[in-house]
């Protein structure tokens, strides 16, 4: 699908009408050195501060070992691989979920389309040491308005992706994790994505995993996640998501739950009293 489908009538960056994707220029990304760059993230610092118009990043097959930042000052940007199977960002961090993160978004107006993030600390300790503790560990962080995210893949153990702030859409996206795997105070749209639960690959301590942790933080607070038609599915049990905010709000829309969920449905971690 070409990006014009998708956000043209819904942005300020100028727009390519003799490509039939719309974008003005691309910077190919191959590893092998058969494109403009090697690294994704030398593709993005060569991007003007101040770009408004749609600069597509292809990123050719492979696994690209980096740690991936768009500043608040180039928006604009298609991020594209080949397929979310094919095309992988993969870092190893723990702990600082504001550092730690593979990639990072700050910028309004963001398309990614066919790739994967993913965080690998946790699946390390998992395959190493499987009593070890599991640590927060952020494949993707999310921050600009209007960001879109079409087939990726966001892959973790816990607060694979977070969805911090603004509005934000994931059309048939992969997201993979067993704590709080999708959290944040994002205003956000997901539909026809699969979610694979993976709390079955814990430590045995690990009784459930939380599929979600949603921080709206007021009555007015106008962010929440949706559901639409989304698959979950995996091993172990989940709730389908814990509080991380006094008002927090998850919707599941016409939703496939083949997997074990727990019968409350829904845990009120630190405010039980909203229950």
Excluded at 96 to 122: C, E, G, L, M, W
Excluded at 127 to 146: C, L, M, N, S, W
Excluded at 213 to 227: E, L
Excluded at 234 to 259: E, K
Aim: charge should be negative; proline fraction near 4%.
């Amino acid at each position: 699908m070409s990006i014009s489908l998708g956000i043209s009538r819904a942005i300020e960056c100028k727009l390519n009408n003799k490509d039939v994707s719309k974008v003005v220029y691309t910077i190919t990304v191959d590893q092998s050195g058969h494109g403009n760059f090697t690294k994704i993230q030398d593709a993005i610092s060569s991007i003007p501060s101040g770009n408004d118009q749609w600069i597509r990043i292809h990123a050719r097959q492979g696994i690209y070992l980096e740690k991936v930042f768009i500043p608040h000052d180039k928006p604009c940007i298609l991020l594209e691989g080949e397929s979310r199977k094919l095309t992988t960002i993969t870092w190893s961090e723990h702990e600082r979920t504001d550092t730690s993160a593979t990639f990072s978004s700050f910028p309004d107006n963001f398309v990614a389309k066919s790739i994967t993030f993913q965080q690998d600390y946790d699946e390390q300790i998992t395959r190493v040491d499987a009593e070890k503790q599991i640590t927060p560990a952020v494949a993707a962080r999310i921050y600009g308005d209007k960001s879109a995210f079409y087939q990726c893949g966001f892959i973790g153990f816990q607060d694979t992706l977070w969805d911090v702030e603004k509005r934000h859409y994931f059309q048939s996206c992969y997201i993979e994790g067993a704590v709080d795997f999708i959290f944040g105070g994002g205003q956000s749209f997901y539909e026809n994505c699969l979610i694979n639960v993976t709390t079955g690959l814990l430590p045995p301590q690990v009784s459930a995993g939380y599929l979600t942790a949603q921080g709206r933080q007021s009555s007015i607070d106008p962010s929440g996640f949706v559901f639409k038609k989304c698959t979950i599915f995996g091993t172990g049990r989940v709730f389908l998501g814990r509080a991380y905010g006094p008002y927090s709000r998850v919707i599941f829309d016409q939703a496939a739950l083949n997997t074990d969920v727990a019968p409350q449905g829904w845990y009120a971690w630190m405010y039980p009293s909203h229950v």
